[in-house]
C-alpha cells in the first residue's frame, strides 16, 4: 500500500507541475521535426514544425528520392 501511496503521489505531482506550466503560457511539448526521418528511418514532417524546418524536411526528401 505504500509503495501505491508513494507512486500515486509521484504521478500528482507530475501532473500538477504540467498543469502549473500551462497556466504560466509555457509552449506545450512538441515533437521534433524529422524525428526518425533524420536517421535514416521513414518519418513525418507534418505536425508542429515550422515553415522553415517544413522545406528544409521537403528538400531532404527531395534528396533522398533522386539518390
Known amino acids: 500500500m505504500n509503495t501505491f501511496l508513494a507512486a500515486f503521489v ?9 498543469a502549473i506550466g500551462v497556466i ?3 509552449s506545450a511539448i512538441k515533437g521534433s521535426c524529422g524525428g526518425l526521418n533524420q ?14 524546418e517544413k522545406e ?3 528538400a531532404r526528401k527531395r534528396a533522398q528520392q533522386q539518390n
Open 56 to 58: 528544409e524536411c521537403e
Open 10 to 18: 509521484i504521478i500528482l505531482l507530475a501532473v500538477t507541475a504540467m
Open 39 to 52: 536517421v535514416g528511418l521513414s518519418g513525418s514532417c507534418g505536425g508542429a514544425c515550422s515553415i522553415q
Open 24 to 26: 504560466f503560457g509555457r
